[in-house]
């Protein structure tokens, strides 16, 4: 059975880094082919992808990102972090994340979701 | 502006067949899978390409392409239905994915 749950800090003032956490259960990331990502939905608005970490370290974000955030993943604790910097009130949003296999564009199962509110 | 384009809204009577379309160049080389999300949980994956649906799903579910058009049709549906529905495929780049704007299906 996968499972995958969110965790972080709910309230971040702008300009400020944010660190969100996913830890899993039910599969590895060691292999090439099976990966975690990273999705978003600001409040009353569409999901929006944001990036995806496999296991061979291969990470892809969503361009307007524009280096903003960063993936990473800790196979020792089945982890997969999502480091974003410079918040700004429009990054307010449910963050999710889910476990997919390369190449196919399948979010197969989703976390809980994180509501991450960006305000001075 | 999203690259995937969904109508905001449908609606179908209980027990009808309703077509649910997302539009995008991408969609000529490449499928789309489909997520629903209903009020207070987390997206459901419900079906990639044509036929392929995790458990749970009911086989009322089926999806389709043609050109540059993708299709999610639900065949009878149901009240339980009812929730915002979102493709999703590679952007044009073909190197990154990409969510349509969603589609919220109500079920009369």
């Known amino acids: 059975q996968i499972t995958l749950k969110e965790s972080g800090p709910t309230l971040v003032k702008p300009a400020q880094t944010l660190t969100l956490t996913c830890t899993f259960s039910g599969f590895s990331l060691s292999s090439s082919g099976v990966g975690v990502a990273w999705i978003r939905q600001p409040p009353g608005k569409a999901l929006e992808w944001l990036a995806v970490?496999?296991?061979?370290?291969?990470?892809t974000y969503r361009p307007s990102l524009n280096g903003r955030f960063s993936i990473t993943k800790d196979n020792a604790n089945n982890q997969v972090g999502l480091t974003m910097t410079n918040m700004d009130p429009v990054d307010t949003a449910t963050y999710y994340c889910?476990?997919?296999?390369?190449?196919?564009?399948?979010?197969?199962?989703w976390g809980q979701g994180a509501l991450v509110t960006v305000s001075s | 502006s999203s690259e995937l384009t969904q109508d905001p809204a449908v609606s179908v009577a209980l027990g009808q067949t309703v077509r649910i379309t997302c539009h995008g160049d991408?969609?000529?080389?490449?499928?789309a899978s489909w997520y629903r999300r209903k009020p207070g949980q987390a997206p459901v994956f419900v079906i990639y390409a044509e036929n392929n649906r995790p458990a749970g799903i009911p086989h009322r579910f089926s999806g389709s392409r043609s050109g540059n058009t993708a299709s999610l049709t639900i065949t009878g549906a149901q009240a339980e239905d009812e929730g915002d529905y979102y493709c999703?495929?590679?952007?044009?780049?073909?190197?990154?994915?990409?969510f349509g704007g969603g589609t919220k299906l109500t079920v009369l």
């Open positions: 889910a476990n997919t296999y390369r190449g196919s564009g399948i979010f197969e199962f």
């Open positions: 970490i496999y296991g061979n370290d291969l990470k």
């Open positions: 999703n495929s590679r952007d044009s780049s073909g190197n990154h994915w990409v």
């Open positions: 991408s969609l000529r080389s490449y499928y």
